[in-house]
């Protein structure tokens, strides 16, 4: 079995979609202005869903979702990208054997990215 995709309910689809795509190599596969479909070639498909209109949408403090690389490089490069254009990250720093960082991403939940 494996799993088919995550969905993650936000208030604004085209702003977090936006983000994956620029930051996480994702492609907008379809939808619509409520849910957008997002994948990459290695199989990872990503929905977005737009909250009931009224709704707080908040994510736990310790949820996440990660992306993992082969590179530290890759690891710091993205990291000063990300930093440079104003998102909220954590230190680069080895944690449980992996190389990583958390980003804050529009949609208030965070990201991993790391390197093992």
Known sequence: MQLNH??????????TAAFFEEYFDLEKRGGSPAITILSD???????????????????????????????????????????????????VKMRHNTYDFYVEAPGGFSIEFGAR
């Open 6 to 15: 995550t969905n993650l309910t936000v208030s604004d689809v085209e702003t």
């Open 41 to 91: 070639d290695a199989g990872t498909v990503l929905t977005l869903m737009r909250g009931k209109e009224g709704e707080d949408i908040e994510y736990p403090s310790s949820f996440h979702i990660g992306f993992f690389v082969d590179d530290e490089d890759l690891v710091d490069e993205k990291h000063r990208r990300l930093e440079e254009d104003g998102y909220d990250v954590t230190d």
